[in-house]
């Protein structure tokens, strides 16, 4: 075979395979392209308070994966509840209803927390996950509370559960959710992410944060 005939030989394998290639690539995006990921400022803030939250209560947590966030300076209208992941730097947002008592007028927005048993309101502060049980609204989630603010939660039967009233359909009714006698309360479709990722001992931390 003469070196001009090699030569096409090995240009057409070349070409044959760079066709080949292409085609791959146009129906399997790269793995770190689709990897990528660009957290806004809202979620570098969450992150940051959650590793924050996780030094402060390490003690008493069980696992430091996964941290939720409520921020009740935003109204119930918005996604509040932050499922920050301190492992992969993701932040999940969902909606999260707060307690009657701390929103007597019914406007969507939480006015006053208390620790008070029968206040019917939110708390502010540290909470440790504990086990799930079958309570009023199914499948929910015990909670502990940590601080001094919120040190009555098992007193007062506060825990995270799914609801009705907390469903995003409620927004297109009502511009709000309904509100909790105190319990953070999830959608239920939403909450078997709570179930997944926060309970079995990680850390809950809601407070007026106005984190965006």
Request: some cysteine; charged content about 25%.
């Amino acid at each position: 075979m003469s070196i001009k005939a090699e030569n096409l030989k090995v240009d057409r394998r070349t070409v044959l395979a760079g066709v080949a290639a292409s085609a791959v690539a146009a129906v399997v995006p790269a793995r770190v392209a689709a990897a990528v990921y660009y957290p806004n400022d809202q979620h570098r803030r969450v992150l940051e308070l959650a590793k924050e939250k996780v030094e402060q209560h390490r003690a008493a947590l069980w696992r430091t994966d996964i941290v939720g966030i409520a921020d009740f300076a935003m109204p119930s209208s918005l996604p509040r509840f932050h499922f920050a992941n301190l492992e992969s730097g993701r932040v999940r947002s969902f909606l999260v209803a707060h307690g009657r008592g701390s929103d007597p007028e019914h406007d969507g927005f939480l006015k006053t927390f208390s620790n008070e048993v029968g206040s019917l309101a939110t708390s502010r502060g540290a909470y440790v996950t504990y086990e799930w049980y079958k309570g009023k609204y199914g499948t929910s989630i015990r909670l502990g509370g940590l601080m001094p603010d919120n040190s009555n939660a098992l007193d007062r039967a506060i825990v995270l559960h799914p609801a009705w009233y907390a469903n995003e359909d409620m927004l297109a009714k009502w511009g709000k959710l309904g509100r909790s006698d105190g319990c953070l309360a999830m959608g239920e479709a939403d909450f078997n992410e709570a179930l997944w990722h926060l309970s079995g001992g990680r850390l809950i931390y809601a407070d007026r944060l106005g984190l965006g």
